[in-house]
């Protein structure tokens, strides 16, 4: 194992973001107060903030083979992400995200089945596994992908990281992993139950770093997000107000992710973390810039 780098596998897609003063209902309109078309998707928004957190962070994902897919390879270059193993077809993906003034957002998205990871994928780009101390798996992958990718990364001796809804399926990937990222909605899934408050999120903690040996459980709770390990918890409440919430949960996973890499005790890392997601929120649009909160 070489360890040069995070390898986050991900969606990435452009985003087109339109701030309205609120969400018309059926049949209704509204007019566009603001609007962004920017480089998203959560592979590529966790990438870039890590990539603003000091680390050097390769992409596995794909784009168009289209004008959108040329532009979104620029972007991933002017924000130092490397993306040799970037794949190319189709369409790209394209993700609206509706934002009304109080907050509130609606996402709508477009994602061709060319547009996911296929185990050949994966298989394409073993060099990148072998050349990673991290790997950040998204879990809205396909479960063939997501494991070939997670049988690369152990085999490699990186550290997994599972970001995302932990189903059926999927499931068996915990045993490959050192750290999971679940927001509230996903770790109620997990669990068969809702888990929103604290206490019953830190009992599925618990379970999970014992069953599974995880080093680090992430998990959406009301109000906040919960940081558990062998121990211990914390609980770290999210910051008043928000302009849009989207890309929250992706700053969440860099910040955790770089903190942990960097040595740092998991509740130091969940405060990085923490800061992140609060960062982010407070812009239109899921784009972090994180560059004030790079450790050291």
Do not use: Y
């Not at 596998?9 to 018309?24: F, I, N, S, Y």
């Not at 599972?162 to 996903?186: T, Y």
């Not at 860099?254 to 800061?275: F, K």
């Amino acid at each position: 194992m070489a360890d040069t780098s995070i390898l986050v596998v991900g969606q990435v897609g452009r985003d087109l973001v339109l701030a309205v003063k609120e969400v018309p209902g059926g049949g209704g309109s509204s007019d566009v107060r603001e609007r962004r078309e920017l480089l998203g998707g959560k592979g590529a928004n966790q990438a870039v903030a890590m990539v603003q957190l000091g680390a050097e962070v390769e992409l596995l994902g794909v784009v168009g083979d289209d004008a959108v897919g040329e532009e979104l390879l620029r972007s991933l270059d002017r924000d130092g992400v490397g993306h040799r193993w970037v794949r190319r077809r189709g369409p790209s993906a394209l993700l609206v995200d509706v934002v009304s003034a109080d907050g509130d957002s609606r996402l709508l998205e477009d994602v061709p089945p060319t547009s996911v990871l296929t185990v050949e994928d994966v298989h394409a780009a073993a060099e990148a596994f072998a050349a990673a101390d991290t790997v950040c798996l998204q879990l809205q992958q396909p479960v063939g992908a997501l494991v070939e990718a997670a049988r690369l990364a152990a085999a490699a001796g990186a550290r997994v990281v599972l970001d995302g809804a932990v189903d059926a399926d999927r499931r068996g990937l915990l045993d490959a992993a050192s750290v999971l990222r679940a927001d509230a909605h996903e770790a109620g899934l997990l669990a068969g139950r809702p888990t929103g408050d604290a206490d019953a999120a830190a009992a599925l903690a618990r379970q999970l770093v014992a069953e599974h040996r995880l080093d680090v459980v992430a998990l959406g709770v009301d109000g906040g997000d919960l940081v558990a390990w062998p121990g211990g918890h914390r609980v770290f409440p999210h910051a008043s107000g928000h302009v849009d919430a989207t890309g929250g949960g992706d700053s969440f996973v860099a910040g955790l992710v770089v903190g942990l890499r960097a040595g740092t005790t998991p509740e130091r890392a969940g405060e990085l973390a923490a800061d992140c997601a609060a960062s982010t929120v407070a812009r239109l649009g899921g784009r972090p810039d994180l560059g004030v909160l790079r450790p050291g």
